[in-house]
């Protein structure tokens, strides 16, 4: 990169990135993400209709529960009061969703994660994990609304995330 180049603007960002997920069936998914995954509850909400329409939200208000993963990113289940989110059916193909289409769990122990999910019979895309390239190996799952979990292991991580193992 050219030195005198001018530089970008780039986010600020205090907190790593928090996920919305809106769920026809909240306590489903809740059950999914902390019994199956092991997240934890960080808090449980309700936003009112006036703000919520304020917000640009939902028209009646929501429930938001905050779950956070062991390495300190939080993901956020929302319900919307007296109506409901539209199902989305699953795509035959993952990439075929359009939009944000999953998100990525990196993890140290794909194996374990798979029995994991097979044992809580959890709806994967591929019934094993798939090598993707050398010390690259992936599998996609279903949370019960049809929304697509990604897991991944890398046999070294220090070599996909440098920015995360940089001497400070």
């Given at each position: 990169?050219?030195?005198h180049?001018?530089?970008?603007?780039?986010?600020?960002?205090?907190?790593?990135?928090?996920?919305?997920?809106?769920?026809?069936?909240?306590?489903?998914?809740?059950?999914?993400?902390?019994?199956?995954?092991?997240?934890?509850?960080?808090?449980?909400?309700?936003?009112?209709?006036?703000?919520?329409a304020?917000?640009?939200?939902?028209?009646?208000?929501?429930?938001?529960i905050?779950?956070?993963?062991?390495?300190?990113?939080?993901?956020?289940?929302?319900?919307?009061?007296?109506?409901?989110?539209?199902?989305?059916?699953?795509?035959?193909?993952?990439?075929?969703?359009?939009?944000?289409?999953?998100?990525?769990?990196?993890?140290?122990?794909?194996?374990?994660?798979?029995?994991?999910?097979?044992?809580?019979?959890?709806?994967?895309?591929?019934?094993?994990?798939?090598?993707?390239?050398?010390?690259?190996?992936?599998?996609?799952?279903?949370?019960?609304?049809?929304?697509?979990?990604?897991?991944?292991?890398?046999?070294?991580?220090?070599?996909?995330?440098?920015?995360?193992?940089?001497?400070?």
């Amino acid at each position: 990169m050219n030195a005198h180049a001018k530089k970008s603007f780039s986010l600020k960002m205090v907190s790593p990135l928090e996920p919305g997920i809106v769920c026809v069936d909240i306590d489903r998914m809740l059950e999914f993400y902390t019994r199956v995954l092991g997240l934890t509850i960080v808090s449980d909400a309700q936003a009112t209709a006036k703000m919520s329409a304020i917000f640009g939200a939902a028209p009646h208000g929501f429930r938001i529960i905050r779950l956070q993963t062991p390495y300190g990113e939080r993901i956020k289940l929302v319900q919307v009061k007296n109506g409901r989110a539209k199902r989305i059916q699953s795509p035959e193909w993952v990439f075929y969703r359009q939009g944000i289409a999953y998100i990525t769990f990196i993890v140290s122990n794909i194996s374990g994660v798979t029995a994991r999910l097979s044992k809580y019979g959890v709806k994967l895309v591929r019934p094993e994990p798939v090598e993707v390239r050398k010390g690259f190996v992936a599998l996609f799952a279903e949370d019960p609304e049809g929304n697509f979990v990604e897991f991944v292991e890398y046999d070294d991580i220090s070599s996909y995330r440098q920015d995360l193992f940089r001497q400070r």
